[in-house]
T-cell receptor
């Protein structure tokens, strides 16, 4: 099993729908992150959490919300999806005091 | 806005040649990291260099860091077809705790021609 698992892998949804992307990890890391990737723009940080009680906005949090249900689980929600939220979404984890991130395989989201 | 920008945006070389990618960043950093992404997949951490280091090696990878120029380079020697991927630099802010949230660049798309 992957260290960081994202579900679903692919999702097509309609404008205005609420959708949740889920991330779970077996690394035992405290820190978790949600990024989105768009062609030519690299990865941009949406939200991050340094522990279960800590949630922080990233650079592009508008239109998104998150929930840290447990140390191992960090979910991203789009309350009312819009087409410009079509992107590849990545969850990542890291260890407090550590260095490199571990990424999930991504969720490809299409909003029509 | 992006902290890091990679140059070139795309690079194609023959198998066996060396590949060099550059990253420039804007603000003071604690560390700089390089990641590889195979098409549509998650990023994989390759190597980290701290702000007080100038050069680091890992296998066929060589990373340099020039904090006075706010730039880094990644050299892949003796390239292989399996090195075909996108490469991203990521910078971490000033902190005593390591791994503060990273800011990623826009990436270099490397293609190795067999």
């Amino acid at each position: 099993d992957a260290d960081v698992t994202q579900t679903p892998r692919n999702r097509i949804t309609k404008t205005g729908k609420r959708i949740m992307l889920e991330c779970s990890q077996t690394k035992g890391h405290d820190r978790m992150y949600w990024y989105r990737q768009d062609p030519g723009l690299g990865l941009r940080l949406i939200y991050y959490s340094f522990d279960v009680k800590d949630i922080n906005k990233g650079e592009i949090s508008d239109g998104y919300s998150v929930s840290r249900q447990a140390q191992a689980k960090f979910s991203l929600s789009l309350e009312s999806a819009i087409p410009n939220q079509t992107a590849l979404y990545f969850c990542a984890t890291s260890e407090t005091g550590g260095w490199g991130y571990t990424f999930g395989s991504g969720t490809r989201l299409t909003v029509v | 806005s992006q902290q890091g920008e990679e140059d070139p945006q795309a690079l194609s070389i023959q198998e066996g040649e060396n590949a060099t990618m550059n990253c420039s960043y804007k603000t003071s950093i604690n560390n700089l990291q390089w990641y590889r992404q195979n098409s549509g997949r998650g990023l994989v951490h390759l190597i980290l260099i701290r702000s007080n280091e100038r050069e680091k090696h890992s296998g066929r990878l060589r990373v340099t860091l020039d904090t006075s120029k706010k730039s880094s380079s990644l050299l892949i020697t003796a390239s292989r077809a399996a090195d075909t991927a996108s490469y991203f630099c990521a910078t971490g802010g000033i902190s005593n705790f390591g791994n503060e949230k990273l800011t990623f660049g826009t990436g270099t798309r490397l293609t190795i021609i067999p």
